[in-house]
């Protein structure tokens, strides 16, 4: 690694402590969010750009199987994946999103998509698969992101007769949303946002993630943020657009304002947590659950993954 100023964060999600899930599980889980920070770390390293780290970092664990996006999401009510997921550039404050899809592996490659071909931010359901054929992706029939895991806990809300688990009541695994932030060599920040929502939501359900300004924003100079817990609260909060606008209001600093903004949804009724960056590195990540699966490195620190 060269000596370069560049720093990311990532979380897994939040939701029930980590020590409530099976340790085979737990070792999963910790080596996916190594993982991802690796890859994202390999391209800051190497000069490359914070939108590109973020989406590699959230890729990774959109592929894992083992957290709350992509292949091993949660399943609605009908028993498939729906999924959101959200990319923005701080640079430029270029974002891209989509909501609701069922067939494509990796939502945050097909959000950067709409934020690069595009002159639109979000596109949903089929018109979002459709744009994704458009543009070459590969889809993917539904059972590709069905896990055994992701099954018996659908099973579990139909059986309490449930609309949605509440926060307290899964594995860590299972709950909220992946996320990173970046800072790069260029001073420039970017933050994106993937998930599968809500076990047994209602179909066509769309979470704060794939909402600018609510679970995903970067702005050069002030900050990046992605959120993750129970989405109807942050997009309530206006979570994400809410913590730098404290940054450039208020001049709140990027701990101070965190934190209180996952106090303004704890004060709504909602859980959930965040991570932030700042145009100097300094990384924020509060959070309300029981526990929040999180990393960091920079160009001056080790790699860190906390899963308490």
Not at 141 to 153: A, D, G, N, S, V
Not at 247 to 267: C, F, P, S, T, W
Request: charged fraction near 20%; charge should be neutral.
């Amino acid at each position: 690694m060269t000596g370069a100023h560049w720093a990311l964060a990532i979380h897994g999600g939040a939701g029930g402590r980590a020590s409530d899930t099976r340790q085979h599980e737990v070792s999963a889980i910790r080596e996916t969010l190594i993982r991802a920070l690796e890859a994202g770390a390999q391209l800051l390293a190497a000069g490359e750009s914070a939108v590109q780290a973020a989406q590699a970092a959230v890729k990774v664990m959109e592929a894992s199987g083992v957290l709350n996006a992509g292949r091993g999401a949660v399943l609605n009510h009908e028993g498939y994946a729906e999924l959101d997921a959200a990319i923005m550039d701080g640079k430029n404050r270029a974002a891209g999103a989509v909501a609701c899809v069922r067939h494509v592996p990796h939502p945050i490659d097909l959000a950067r998509k709409v934020m690069d071909a595009s002159p639109h931010v979000l596109l949903v359901g089929t018109g979002a698969e459709q744009f994704a054929h458009e543009q070459g992706f590969e889809l993917v029939p539904p059972e590709y992101f069905i896990t055994e895991q992701r099954k018996l806990e659908r099973e579990r809300a139909l059986a309490k007769q449930s609309q949605m688990l509440g926060l307290g009541s899964l594995p860590a695994s299972s709950l909220g949303t992946v996320g990173a932030v970046a800072l790069d060599a260029n001073n420039n920040l970017a933050a994106a946002t993937s998930t599968g929502g809500l076990t047994n939501k209602h179909a066509g359900r769309v979470g704060d993630s794939a909402l600018i300004g609510a679970g995903t924003y970067a702005e050069n100079g002030l900050c990046a943020v992605s959120t993750t817990g129970r989405g109807e609260y942050f997009i309530r909060c206006v979570s994400a657009n809410d913590l730098r606008a404290r940054m450039k209001y208020r001049n709140e600093h990027l701990q101070d304002a965190a934190r209180n903004v996952i106090e303004d949804v704890k004060g709504m009724g909602g859980h959930g947590g965040l991570i932030a960056i700042n145009q100097r590195g300094d990384i924020a990540m509060p959070y309300s659950t029981p526990t929040m699966l999180r990393g960091m490195v920079t160009a001056r620190d080790r790699l860190q993954v906390f899963m308490d």
